[in-house]
């Protein structure tokens, strides 16, 4: 059974950066798209950032694109998210997923495997 761990969050002032990593267990990491998506109380869980299989396709929420980077250690079966420049509005709580096929997606129901979260607050 696939099992995902996030990690990174914290509180930040506006304009910092953070790093969140997402480590894949249980499973055969190079074989699994990885998308990051975030939900703040009272919202709908957003999506951030996704990233195939092999790491060569990306794809970004449009407003975040420049900000954001998705990538991936294979060595390591982490993924990352780089975000910088954060501000107050990108607090929430920071999710990764997996999921067995092809390409990437940014629609939630399309990944089986959750982890657990990794809270981010950034103060202005």
């Known amino acids: 059974q696939v099992h995902l761990v996030e990690s990174g969050g914290g509180l930040v002032q506006a304009g910092a950066s953070l790093r969140l990593s997402c480590t894949l267990s249980?499973?055969?990491?190079?074989?699994?798209?990885i998308a990051w998506f975030r939900q703040a109380p009272g919202t709908e869980r957003q999506f951030v950032a996704a990233?195939?299989?092999?790491?060569?396709?990306?794809d970004y929420e449009h407003s975040l694109e420049g900000r954001f980077t998705i990538s991936r250690d294979s060595a390591k079966s982490t993924a990352y998210l780089q975000m910088n420049s954060l501000k107050p509005e990108d607090s929430g709580l920071y999710y990764c997923?997996?999921?067995?096929?092809?390409?990437?997606?940014?629609?939630?129901?399309?990944?089986?495997?959750w982890g657990q979260g990794t809270p981010v607050t950034v103060s202005s």
């Open positions: 997923a997996a999921g067995h096929f092809g390409g990437a997606a940014n629609r939630p129901g399309a990944y089986r495997d």
């Open positions: 249980g499973g055969t990491f190079i074989l699994y798209a």
């Open positions: 990233m195939d299989w092999t790491g060569r396709y990306h």
